[in-house]
């Protein structure tokens, strides 16, 4: 038994595919996720289905800094002309983060890829240097040859975990009162 135990190890360590850890930047947590023919709402969905990290709900990342965008960008395979959709989206109404950070506005710290972007239903990605210092692009939200996602784990309160947390503050007051009158 001890020798399949050393013969799987063995194997993948060879032939698995090790994932790193997620890097820390300013209190969130990112990794880089392969994927294969997802489109951009596929990929928002298969980003938000993932298991929390440390604590923290994952959604597709939001670079809203050059700080931000110096820390993640080296997740992907930067130096090819790799691609990962990112949590930026426009419905006809200008791009914006989807997680509430507002419009995607990069200042002089970004740009967009030649004639890009393209204004309705597009998704964001960020995008391997081979693309001429290009940072960003997009695609339509129905496009499936991106090959990875970055993923932002954000220490999000579930919107039930409030509930709970309202509830039982509630509780706690009520509970309060009755012993002050008794």
């Not at 992907?76 to 990112?86: K, L, R």
């Not at 391997?128 to 210092?133: A, E």
């Not at 947390?165 to 509970?175: D, E, K, S």
Request: charged share 10%; hydrophobic share 45%; proline share 3%.
């Amino acid at each position: 038994m001890k020798k399949f135990g050393v013969a799987a190890c063995l194997f993948l360590g060879l032939f698995g595919a090790a994932q790193a850890a997620p890097i820390s930047y300013g209190g969130s947590y990112y990794e880089i996720v392969s994927i294969s023919g997802l489109t951009w709402d596929q990929a928002k969905a298969a980003a938000e289905a993932l298991p929390a990290y440390m604590g923290y709900s994952a959604h597709l990342a939001t670079i809203t800094s050059q700080g931000e965008y110096n820390a993640v960008k080296g997740l992907m395979d930067y130096n090819t002309w790799s691609q990962a959709w990112i949590g930026g989206s426009d419905s006809g109404s200008g791009f914006a983060w989807i997680n509430g950070e507002g419009a995607v506005n990069f200042g002089s710290w970004g740009a967009w890829y030649s004639g890009e972007p393209a204004a309705g239903d597009y998704g964001m990605m960020l995008m391997g240097s081979s693309y001429n210092n290009y940072s960003f692009g997009a695609q339509p939200f129905a496009f499936k040859g991106i090959g990875q996602m970055m993923v932002e784990y954000q220490n999000v309160p579930e919107p039930t975990g409030l509930a709970l947390l309202a509830l039982g503050c509630a509780a706690l007051v009520t509970r309060r009162r009755i012993i002050k009158q008794a």
